[in-house]
């Protein structure tokens, strides 16, 4: 699977070939949405920011060469997220970077239709609990299931650090759900 996304990200940079950036995004479209609905306070929102980062990715892709597009589009939905609150600061709302952890939407995003059984809701719950660099790394493991070395990529850390940050993260999480209980 990897090879075919090199290979399309290769035909992207060479060719401008939008038929396989489209590839691309059919494949990390629900896991970005997601990853950035998880961060901000509604559904329009995160539709705009999922887009943005697709369109920040299309720029980056035809002008470099790219290896993980799960890193690139990861990192580029972190800076996404990060623009949209500094512009909300700038125009004076009242949301902050600081605070958009607790944010979460209630409603899944439409076009997915996600039905949150009671465990799945409290999961999320207790995920919001925890600090943001925590989040995003067990995210990325086990919702969107990379890889240690992609999550390295994505939060440019090196796999030790990703390793200890996964092991310090569930901790928390446990911790998070047991006080809950």
């Known amino acids: 699977m990897h090879n075919r996304h090199k290979f399309l990200l290769f035909r992207v940079y060479r060719f401008r070939d939008t038929q396989a950036y489209g590839e ?3 494949v990390y479209v629900a896991r970005i949405r997601r990853f950035v609905a998880f961060r901000v306070k509604s559904s329009q929102d995160a539709e705009d920011l999922t887009a943005e980062v697709f369109l920040r990715g299309w720029e980056y892709a035809t002008s470099s060469m790219i290896e993980k597009p799960s890193a690139l589009f990861y990192r580029i939905a972190r800076n996404v997220v990060v623009d949209h609150y500094r512009a909300k600061e700038r125009l004076g ?3 902050t970077m600081e605070n958009a952890h607790l944010v979460v939407d209630k409603k899944p995003i439409a076009s997915e239709q996600m039905e949150l059984d009671e465990d799945r809701a409290e999961l999320l719950s207790a995920m919001q609990l925890i600090k943001e660099e925590y989040r995003d790394a067990l995210m990325m493991r086990y919702m969107d299931e990379m890889s240690v070395k992609e999550i390295a990529q994505a939060l440019e850390k090196t796999p ?3 390793r200890v940050l996964l092991h310090r993260a ?3 999480l446990e911790r998070v759900i047991e006080t809950k209980k």
């Open 24 to 26: 691309l995004y059919e």
């Open 160 to 162: 030790n650090n990703v």
């Open 170 to 172: 569930k901790k928390a």
């Open 93 to 95: 709302e009242s949301a």
